[in-house]
């Protein structure tokens, strides 16, 4: 019986010890992901300075710079109606994707009639934003940098990587729901 006690007092005293963190074998020092943003922010930079000579270039229209990132100017207008879309609201619309110098690239016979769920739908972070600023009847044309278009991957299809790009929208109809956000 005292063996048992004095092993029991064994165990207790050398569980008591003060543990030691194990050290990570590898320490990362998130280089890669610095690089990446610098890399990314010069790619930006490129594309600004050529979205800005295009936009000096066109005295015909007068461009506006949205907080998203991107540029656009007004085909048709719609000055009577209030009304821009909000979350939940449906919008009814027509666009084609062109490239930077105006060759389109997909068109909108191609894509057709859209009806899309504002921020529920699956459409380039751009124009899911740019769609929030037009009303009901409003055309516009938007310029997207690569970042605000279909980014690193492109579209699988005919866009590549890395391409900013222009698109015209036409708003035919903005359904409005209950539940929208105001």
């Not at 389109?104 to 899309?116: C, E, N």
């Not at 899911?128 to 690193?152: C, D, H, M, V």
């Not at 990587?161 to 015209?168: G, R, Y």
Request: one cysteine or more; aromatic letters at 10%.
């Amino acid at each position: 019986m005292n063996r048992v006690i004095v092993m029991v007092f064994v165990v207790l005293l050398c569980s008591c010890s003060e543990t030691i963190p194990r050290k990570p074998i590898q320490v990362k020092s998130g280089s890669f992901y610095k690089a990446s943003v610098t890399r990314s922010k010069e790619i930006l930079a490129q594309e600004e300075a050529v979205i800005q000579s295009l936009i000096e270039k066109d005295t015909s229209h007068t461009y506006f710079s949205s907080a998203d990132g991107f540029w656009y100017h007004y085909e048709v207008q719609n000055a009577k109606d209030e009304y821009r879309p909000k979350t939940n609201d449906e919008i009814v619309f027509t666009y084609n994707v062109m490239t930077l110098q105006g060759d389109t690239i997909y068109k909108k016979s191609t894509i057709g009639l859209v009806q899309h769920a504002i921020d529920k739908s699956q459409l380039f972070p751009g124009l899911r934003n740019g769609l929030k600023l037009l009303k009901s009847g409003e055309q516009a044309t938007f310029i997207f940098p690569s970042s605000q278009a279909y980014g690193y991957k492109g579209d699988t299809g005919k866009i590549a990587p890395l391409t900013p790009i222009k698109s015209s929208v036409n708003v035919l109809k903005i359904i409005k729901r209950k539940d929208s956000l105001n």
